[in-house]
Nanobody
Framework: QVQLVESGGGLVQAGGSLRLSCAAS????????MGWFRQAPGKERELVAR????????YYADSVKGRFTISRDNAKNTLYLQMNSLKPEDTAVYYC????????????????????WGQGTQVTVSS
């Protein structure tokens, strides 16, 4: 079972920046499809950013395009989410997710496509 541990959340003013990290266990991190989701109070968990199969392409939710950047360091088994120009509406618990079991026909936008999850890290953006 792959373990994912997020860090880097906190309280920041609007316009500020945070960088989230997700440390993953396992020897084949480079083969995992990795993504970031978030869940705001009273809302469903939504995909924020992810890598494609093969890792060469990234996907971003429209609400974060141009402000957030997903990246990974396979040598360190770590996924990152650089968040700039933060807005109060970015306030949520952010979750790291991984698809470790190979190909799935499920859309990678859906939670069900991922088989490993972190515990989440709170991001609060004050106005």
């Amino acid at each position: 079972q792959v373990q994912l541990v997020e860090s880097g959340g906190g309280l920041v003013q609007a316009g500020g920046s945070l960088r989230l990290s997700c440390a993953a266990s396992g020897r084949t991190f480079s083969t995992y499809i990795m993504g970031w989701f978030r869940q705001a109070p009273g809302k469903e968990r939504e995909l924020v950013a992810r890598f494609s199969w093969g890792g060469s392409v990234t996907y971003y939710a429209d609400s974060v395009k141009g402000r957030f950047t997903i990246s990974r360091d396979n040598a360190k088994n770590t996924l990152y989410l650089q968040m700039n120009s933060l807005k109060p509406e970015d306030t949520a618990v952010y979750y790291c997710a991984a698809r470790t079991l190979g190909w799935t026909a499920q859309s990678m936008r859906l939670m069900a496509a991922y088989d490993a999850w972190g515990q989440g890290t709170q991001v609060t953006v004050s106005s």
